[in-house]
């Protein structure tokens, strides 16, 4: 059964379009903050293993800093490999808050 574990405060999350990493639990997740919509993801390319969270933010895509992977946040897939994706949880503030549910 998923559980919800608190990431963040708001006061830590990424600024619009800019993404950044949180440990969760036992692992890190990428936070992406896309045209104002927060998303979470693993933190971890599936490429060469890149930091997901240490990327940019391009055409609302997450861009591995690494070698340039471009994942979409809403769904974990790459656009180099769409056969491939990282998990995606879902995250949501409450109150001050950032929760995401693994």
Same mark, same amino acid.
């Given at each position: 059964?998923?559980?919800?574990? %608190?990431? =963040?405060? %708001?006061? @830590?999350?990424?600024?619009?379009? #800019? =993404? &950044? #990493?949180? !440990?969760?639990?036992? &692992?890190? /997740?990428?936070? =992406?903050? *896309? #045209? ?6 693993? +933190? *971890?390319? /599936?490429? &060469?293993? $890149?930091?997901?969270? !240490? $990327?940019?933010?391009? @055409? $609302? ?12 946040? !809403?769904? $974990? #897939?790459?656009? !180099? +490999?769409?056969?491939? %994706? ?5 995250? %949501?503030?409450?109150?001050? @808050?950032?929760? *995401?549910?693994?």
């Amino acid at each position: 059964m998923p559980s919800s574990i %608190k990431i =963040a405060t %708001k006061a @830590d999350l990424p600024g619009e379009d #800019e =993404a &950044r #990493e949180f !440990q969760a639990g036992g &692992r890190m /997740v990428c936070v =992406a903050n *896309v #045209e104002g919509k927060l998303c979470a993801l693993d +933190n *971890v390319c /599936v490429h &060469r293993g $890149g930091p997901l969270g !240490q $990327g940019v933010i391009v @055409d $609302g895509s997450v861009v591995c800093p690494w070698h340039g992977w471009m994942y979409n946040p !809403q769904t $974990g #897939e790459p656009m !180099q +490999n769409t056969s491939l %994706k990282v998990a995606v949880y879902p995250i %949501k503030v409450e109150g001050d @808050d950032v929760l *995401v549910e693994m």
